[in-house]
């Protein structure tokens, strides 16, 4: 079950009409899309990777599961899959942009998707932390077991997941 208290929770504003808005690029965006394409590949194929590792990410901090876990593969499967708001056309270049992180603050926080042709940054916004953690389980998690379930500190590198892939450590 995701902790929600009704308390954080605004007034309800239909997120979905705001458009995703352009963030400042990051060093590590470039790398982000070779390994997208690595992860659904090999899911393609069959092959599954450990659904835990951890996907790489320094500014999100949504915890999944019982265990309050840095986004683990699996929930982005499951996200992924159920497309919008998690998999958007890039307004750049409409090519496809696909969420890479998840967070925010007690008042303001959402997604942010990484295009995979031309890299763009983008955030959806969605509104607090919960709202964003209620979004998400709503969409995509709710049944499994990687419901969202509020705020965890971790990030991670996501060499394990690279590793696993067969992707070489990206330094970017
Ligand atoms: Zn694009």
Redesign the pocket.
Known sequence: MAITPSCTLRPSKDWTHVPLVAREPRPEDAALVPLIRALRLAWERGDMPDAWLPFPQTHANIGYGPEARPLPIGALRLMWAARYPFVQA?P????S?WMVSAGGHPTMGGLDLV?L????RWHQPIGGLYRVVEAINLRALDGSAFEAVGPQPLGSDGLALRKSLGLPHASG
């Open positions: 890039c750049a270049c409409e090519h942009a295009c042709a031309c890299t763009t």
